[in-house]
């Protein structure tokens, strides 16, 4: 089993879309660890994505990211990061292949309704930077 961290976005919240994710994802094999309704302040979303400091879209980035609560979850599954990629999708919806969580929720390339780990060092680092080693359940 491998841990992978996922994040409802905004968009995905405000749309009322979290149920219909969550039963996606458990669909797809994952089982829950942890999760956590957040609202991220400026700081921490500039933290969690301040490897595309540099990138024109980070500013409007940060601020959709906290622009509403967000469901932060740690996710379990063999393979978890990569089969957590092919489930959400390309970045933008309108190269997501049918049956993704992007093609079926997200409005654009920025409000695209999840974020997922995309690879087994950031995972980590992402998992800690929402949940204590404490706050991930055990299994079975
Ligand atoms: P991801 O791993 O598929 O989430 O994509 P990236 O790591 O490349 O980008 C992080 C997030 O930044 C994406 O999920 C989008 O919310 C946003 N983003 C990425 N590329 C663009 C872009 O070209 N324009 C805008 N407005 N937002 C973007």
Request: aromatic share 8%; hydrophobic share 50%; charged share 20%.
């Amino acid at each position: 089993m491998q841990l992978t961290l996922a994040i409802i976005k905004p968009d995905a919240v405000q749309a009322g879309h979290t149920g219909k994710i969550l039963a996606h994802l458990e669909a797809a094999g994952f089982q829950i660890r942890a999760v956590r309704l957040v609202r991220l302040s400026t700081a921490q979303a500039q933290a969690f994505y301040a490897v595309h400091r540099d990138r024109p879209f980070f500013k409007p980035l940060v601020a959709f990211m906290t622009s509403g609560p967000a469901l932060a979850l740690a996710l379990a599954r063999d393979n978890a990061v990569a089969h957590l990629r092919d489930v959400i999708g390309a970045t933008d919806p309108a190269d997501a292949k049918p049956g993704t969580v992007r093609k079926l929720y997200a409005q654009n390339k920025e409000r695209n309704a999840i974020h997922a780990s995309d690879s087994a060092e950031n995972a980590a680092r992402e998992v800690a930077f929402f949940f204590p080693e404490r706050e991930l359940v055990e299994l079975g």
